[in-house]
């Protein structure tokens, strides 16, 4: 049965939110580059467990900073799926939205739509480890920083518009 939508865009939205994207290299390669171009790399390395302590704990604030705000993203997201799509719809198979009526796997609305942000918020908590050791190993702050947000903006206007419902490589809500 199909629900009463000829579309949900929420659930259609695979694009990447180019603005998180480039506050989460931006901050992860700052807070890793400002040791480098302030000197403190140093002063860190000469006290005992400095360097360690410091390097974990930006680590810890800047992963659960990005979690936060994708949680927070995802709330807002949420809350689209319910202003786009009535609640009692939720519990349907993803199948009833007719952009999904050829998938494949047994899944609700509200399963997949779970799925699609716990994807995203492990890829935005990926990047920003990545960000981080690419400016350890660079450190060079443009080096860091431009990988991340040229390849993710590259491939979205490369790729064709009738191929835009997947949310994994495998092919997975496809």
């Known amino acids: 049965m199909l629900i009463p939508a000829e579309n949900v865009p929420v659930m259609s939205d695979i ?23 302030g000197k403190t790399n140093y002063i860190l390395v000469t006290t005992k467990g400095g360097q360690k302590n410091v390097m974990e704990s930006k680590v810890i604030i800047l992963l659960t900073l990005t979690a936060l705000t994708s949680i927070i993203i995802s709330t807002f997201d949420l809350v689209r799926l319910a202003n786009e799509l009535p609640i009692k719809y939720w519990d349907y198979s993803l199948c009833s939205i ?21 994807i995203k918020l492990s890829g935005y ?6 960000a981080m050791l690419t400016a350890h190993f660079t450190k060079h702050y443009v080096a860091s920083v431009f990988p991340f947000i040229a390849v ?23």
């Open 15 to 37: 694009s990447v939110n180019y603005l998180f994207l480039l506050c989460i290299t931006f901050c992860c390669a700052y807070a890793v580059m400002i040791e480098y171009t």
């Open 98 to 118: 007719p952009h999904f009526e050829t998938t494949e796997f047994s899944i609700s609305i509200i399963g997949a739509f779970l799925i699609s942000q716990l």
């Open 125 to 130: 908590l990926f990047i920003a480890v990545s």
């Open 152 to 174: 993710p903006v590259v491939a979205d206007y490369l790729a064709e518009k009738n191929s835009q419902a997947l949310f994994l490589p495998t092919g997975f809500l496809k």
